[in-house]
């Protein structure tokens, strides 16, 4: 089992900055490929950024790029995904979530999911 907390979800104004965190704990962090997606009230649960386990290869949702970047620390089993130039419509729940397999992340086949943290942009 993977356990994933997230936290630094709030509320920013349009143009702003986040920077959202999730710590692992259980099996061995590093082992993983990470992704953070994100739902909005009444959408479905959409792909934001994936890493692999070694940091060196990421994927972005188009809407996305050049905006947010996601990285790791595996020696504080954490994954990051800061996010600049916020928009109204980045407004979602964000989600942290884990496979063993990087492609596994990016089409959404997830082995496990943290409990979400709220990200808020007004405009």
């Known amino acids: 089992q993977v356990q994933l907390v997230e936290s630094g979800g709030g509320l920013v104004q349009a143009g702003g900055s986040l920077r959202l965190s999730c710590a692992a704990s259980?099996?061995?962090?590093?082992?993983?490929?990470m992704g953070w997606f994100r739902q909005a009230p009444g959408q479905e649960r959409d792909f934001v950024a994936a890493?692999?386990?070694?940091?060196?290869?990421?994927h972005y949702f188009d809407s996305v790029k050049g905006r947010f970047t996601i990285s790791r620390d595996n020696a504080k089993s954490t994954v990051y995904l800061q996010m600049n130039s916020l928009k109204p419509e980045d407004t979602a729940v964000y989600y942290c979530?884990?496979?063993?397999?990087?492609?596994?992340?990016?089409?959404?086949?997830?082995?496990?999911w943290g409990q979400g943290t709220q990200v808020t942009v007004s405009s």
């Open positions: 979530a884990a496979d063993l397999t990087y492609g596994a992340v990016v089409v959404g086949e997830i082995s496990y």
């Open positions: 259980g099996r061995t962090f590093s082992r993983y490929a």
């Open positions: 890493i692999n386990w070694s940091g060196d290869s990421t």
